[in-house]
Nanobody, 127 residues
Framework: VQLQASGGGLVQTGNSLRLSCTVS????????LAWFRQAPGKKRGGVSC????????YYAESVKDRFAISRDNARNILFLQMNDLKPEDTAVYYC?????????????????????WGQGTQVTVSG
């Protein structure tokens, strides 16, 4: 499974961005998908994840009500709509996948359970 993230850039505080991640797997509904991020000098942390079947989604507290994860299984694409961006959202954002349609918020704390990773896309929010 190969993933490729895109859509990052430089935006001002309060603006929006939408990240995309194309996934090579053709049976995408059998996989859970997620977004992680890593800010300079910090550990990589989970942002959001989404189940393969029913599309249940989970968010880190810091992005809840601002970010929205979605997936298009027919086109093999994962999205992250980021609204009301803040300087503390500045990071490299990575998409990830793991076999198994079910996921839960706890898996955002365990980046090692996500077997497949994209290359990352830089998001910079200026204050």
């Amino acid at each position: 499974v190969q993933l490729q993230a895109s859509g990052g850039g430089l935006v001002q505080t309060g603006n929006s961005l939408r990240l995309s991640c194309t996934v090579s797997e053709t049976t995408l509904d059998h996989y859970s998908l997620a977004w992680f991020r890593q800010a300079p000098g910090k550990k990589r942390g989970g942002v959001s994840c989404i189940s393969g079947g029913d599309g249940s989604s989970y968010y880190a507290e810091s992005v809840k009500d601002r970010f929205a994860i979605s997936r298009d299984n027919a086109r093999n694409i994962l999205f992250l709509q980021m609204n009301d961006l803040k300087p503390e959202d500045t990071a490299v954002y990575y998409c990830a996948a793991r076999a198994g349609a079910r996921t839960n918020g706890g898996l955002l704390l365990l980046d090692k359970v996500w077997a497949f990773w994209g290359q990352g896309t830089q998001v910079t929010v200026s204050g």
